[in-house]
Each structure stands twice: as C-alpha cells, then as structure tokens.
C-alpha cells in the first residue's frame, strides 16, 4: 500500500535550517508529483511546496518562496524540503502528500498524506 513516511524536523533556532525528506514506498514514485503542505496549531493545513514527477516543474507558497526548496530523487524515491532562514512562523507540522491531479495548491488535489513532522522555531 502506498506509504508516506517524513523525517527531518525538530527544534532549530530562528535563521536555522532544516532538510525534511519523505521517504515513499507503495506506488510509482517516478510517476507522481508530490506536495509538502503545513499546519500550524489552530490554522488551516497551508500550501508549502510542490514538485512535478521530473523536477521540472516546481511551486511555492508566498510565504515560504526565496526560503524553501523542494526536490526530489527518483532512485531513493524521497522527496525533499530545505529550510532556510526559519522564523518562528514556520512552526507547524510538515507533511508529504502524493499529487492525484487538479491545481497543486489544495489539500483535495492530494491522495495520499504522511503521518507530519514536527519543526519547531524558537526567537
């Protein structure tokens, strides 16, 4: 069955960084392009990033655009999100989703979610 599993999050200090990765398993990675969205205490589920099946094609969230960059390795079949100059607005629960078609910008677009981990900025 398809799989999503997240790691990388945690606690880092405001300008800190992080690299999240979504390990995949289930389904043909190659095939599908695939989301990170983030929810933070008391706030709807938000648009982070999204990446095509061949890299080529790549979207941010306003506010994380200049800061995060997706990628991907379609031989480890993870999904990646760098972090950079983290701000205490970006604490939330990061998740991976699979892509299933439709605009890339919402949560119904997304088939298949990850479990979320945690990343926590602290001033």
């Known amino acids: 069955q398809v799989q999503l599993l997240e790691t990388g999050g945690g606690l880092v200090q405001a300008g800190g960084s992080l690299r999240l990765s979504c390990a995949a398993s289930g389904f043909f990675f190659s095939s599908y392009a695939m989301g990170w969205f983030r929810q933070a205490p008391g706030k709807e589920r938000e648009f982070v990033a999204y990446i095509s099946s061949s890299s080529t094609i790549r979207y941010y969230g306003d506010s994380v655009k200049g800061r995060f960059t997706i990628s991907r390795d379609n031989v480890q079949n993870t999904v990646y999100l760098q972090m950079n100059s983290l701000q205490p607005e970006d604490t939330a629960v990061y998740y991976c989703?699979?892509?299933?078609?439709?605009?890339?910008?919402?949560?119904?677009?997304?088939?298949?979610w990850g479990q979320g981990t945690q990343v926590t900025v602290f001033s």
């Open positions: 989703a699979r892509h299933r078609g439709g605009s890339y910008y919402y949560e119904k677009s997304y088939a298949y």
